[in-house]
């Protein structure tokens, strides 16, 4: 709470600088930040709408069995498949991977899950092999891999 009375203190406090330094280029900022702001509404509206919709329709109950402890290391490697063939921006992830770990998913397995969100794409591996060659991709996406559950490894041990 304090850290959040501090930021808007700090802002209250940088915004009356701000009016008086010049009220022309102030305004013409808050005018671009609402621009932005509508520009994005829709992803942010969507990153709620899969944040509800996943903890509306699992339960922590059924999240702690699938990604879980209880679970043990085929979660792991469930979430880095699942990580590996879906496309979606981190924008909806990294909140996604939050609330499944506040529901009781494990760090390693959300570990796991965003690497290979980040590092791997099966979905993109058809445009990749016509662009770079299927060597070349089917190395990285592999070496990718592997590197995730390493990662998710340590990221289990380390926190």
């Known amino acids: 709470m304090v850290t959040i009375i501090t930021i808007y203190g700090l802002l209250g406090i940088f915004l009356i600088i701000s009016l008086l330094k010049s009220k022309k280029n102030t ?3 808050f005018k671009i930040g609402g621009r ?3 520009k ?3 992803s ?6 899969i944040v509800g919709l996943t903890l509306g329709i699992l ?3 059924t999240i702690s069995k699938l990604v879980g402890a209880e679970a043990g290391f085929t979660a792991t490697i469930f979430a880095a498949v699942l990580g590996a063939i879906t496309l979606i921006p981190s924008l909806i992830a990294f909140p996604l991977a939050g609330s499944l770990l ?3 998913a494990t760090i390693m ?4 899950f965003i690497t290979t969100l980040v590092m791997v794409g099966l979905v993109t591996a058809p445009l990749e092999i016509k662009e770079l060659g ?3 991709t089917l190395l990285r996406n592999g070496l990718g891999f592997i590197s995730a559950l390493i990662i998710a490894g340590i990221m289990g041990v380390l926190l």
Do not use: D, N, Y
């Open 27 to 29: 305004l013409k900022a």
């Open 36 to 38: 932005a702001l509508v």
């Open 40 to 42: 994005s509404a829709p």
């Open 44 to 49: 942010l509206l969507a990153v709620l709408g």
């Open 59 to 61: 339960t922590p109950e």
């Open 102 to 104: 506040r529901s009781g």
């Open 109 to 112: 397995t959300i570990s796991a």
């Open 134 to 136: 299927k060597k070349f």
